[in-house]
């Protein structure tokens, strides 16, 4: 009987590398109090986080837990104190603290508060025309009022009359929000960081909202940061989760699997503190044993807890926990975990 050879298989296509990441990024604050003693808050340590084309990462935590700290870092209005900031694959490079202005083309921040990010003093029609001006030297009427129009209509602000001339005071939440995605649009970016971008609308329409940028990424192929406290939310548009707690990221992978089964203390109280018509309050107390209350409050940046900034909340916690950091522990499948309910696979993957 002869032997055939067997067909070579086809070759792996490589994974396309990230539009945006952001590599042990560490950021530092110099303080000093009242009575003139410095200090330093350390707003995020560690921070490594991939954005990909057409991807949406959902960043959840609570508040002070160092998300809005990364999205600036992102956006380039901070500068890292360690730890880079790689944008097609190369380097961000600052100077005294900024970036150049072609860094803003491809990457863009919507901020939390659509009526504090938009000039008061001017009508929507010179918000969307002044980034078209900077960005792509328009200068003509005729073509500034066609890209206006189309910015709306993307947004779907229509019929665009109603809008264009209007102050930011004279629109709803929903819209001015809205206004603030197509200025966002108007320089063409390659990513979008949303820092809470729905955290401030009625409930009404946030579903809207989040449709919309769901459409957007969809349409042209946007990184998506999506920064958010509302596991549903998040759940709803990403494509995977990362978990931040006290300035450090402690989980992260798809979605599904990080919200049916979380793998580190933390995201389980996140989880389980979502409202859920189908889970009683009992359920949540058998987990953590222990009320709101006796979880105690997240703790300061200045002077942190030592080990695992968790270990005075969480339930599980361990002697080793108190006084050595976990390291991350590949869980496969894309997830992962910072903790040391997982150091025997941390252990095994040191000695591969």
Known sequence: MTATTP????????????????????????????????????????????LHRGRVVALVGESGSGKTTLARLLA????????????????VRQRRGRVERGYHKDVQLIFQDPFGSLNPLHRVRHNLERPLKLHHGVRGKAELDRRVRELLERVALSPVEQFVDKFPHELSGGQRQRVVIARALAVEPKVLLGDEPISMLDVSIRLEMLNLLDRLRTEDGLALLYITHDIASARYLCDDIVVMYAG?????????????????PYTR?????????????????????????????????????????????????????????????DLGDGRWARCWLHADRTTAQENE
């Not at 396309?16 to 707003?43: C, I, M, N, W, Y």
């Not at 989880?271 to 018509?277: A, H, I, L, Q, Y």
């Not at 807890?305 to 950091?325: I, K, L, N, S, Y």
Request: proline residues 14%; aromatic residues 4%; charged residues 25%.
């Open 7 to 50: 067909a070579p298989s086809a070759p792996v296509a490589a994974p396309e590398p990230p539009v945006l990441a952001a590599v042990d990024v560490t950021k530092h604050f110099a303080v000093r109090s009242a009575v003139g003693a410095r200090s330093v808050v350390r707003a995020v340590e560690g921070a490594t986080l991939d």
């Open 248 to 264: 450090e990221m402690v989980e992260g992978g798809p979605k599904e699997q990080v919200i049916a089964d979380p793998q580190h």
């Open 269 to 329: 109280l996140l989880v389980e503190s979502s409202p859920d018509p189908g889970r009683g309050a009992r359920d949540r107390e058998a987990l953590f044993d222990a009320d709101a209350d006796g979880l105690g409050e997240p703790p300061s940046l200045i002077d942190p807890p030592p080990g695992c900034r968790f270990h005075p909340r969480c339930p599980f916690a361990m002697d080793v926990c108190r006084t050595q950091a976990p390291p991350r522990a």
């Open 76 to 91: 380039g209005f901070y500068a890292p104190t360690s730890g880079e900031i790689v944008l097609e694959g190369a380097p």
